[in-house]
Nanobody, 125 residues
């Protein structure tokens, strides 16, 4: 049903900013809760940020709170992740995910039904 495509990743020096986008196909994007996850080589996938279907409620991992901002534009079927003050430890493949439960605000991967292929973010020191 739903396909998610991430973009905006790249190589950036520590302290700089990067903005990721996740474009969704399908008619019901505006009814889905959305989340961002990341996975570094040799490590488990970890939660980054999430927001509800309207986009007025958000949660963040402690490691990114105050630096990252998640938002969405339902008219464009797109969710964003603004990443400021990037650190080398932020280096990972970043993936967006969609939950059929629009009111969910979860850090658990099991709560999401659809996943994108991911985009690489590399932060140099």
């Amino acid at each position: 049903q739903v396909q998610l495509v991430e973009s905006g990743g790249g190589l950036v020096q520590a302290g700089n900013s990067l903005r990721l986008s996740c474009a969704a196909s399908g008619r019901y994007f505006s009814s889905y809760a959305m989340g961002w996850f990341r996975q570094a080589p040799g490590k488990e996938r970890e939660f980054v940020a999430a927001l509800n279907w309207i986009g007025d409620n958000t949660i963040y991992a402690d490691s990114v709170k105050g630096r990252f901002t998640i938002s969405r534009d339902n008219a464009k079927n797109t969710v964003y992740l603004q990443m400021n003050s990037l650190k080398p430890e932020d280096t990972a493949v970043y993936s967006c995910a969609a939950s059929k439960t629009g009111t969910v605000l979860s850090s658990l991967t099991a709560r999401y039904n659809y996943w994108g292929q991911g985009t690489q973010v590399t932060v140099s020191s």
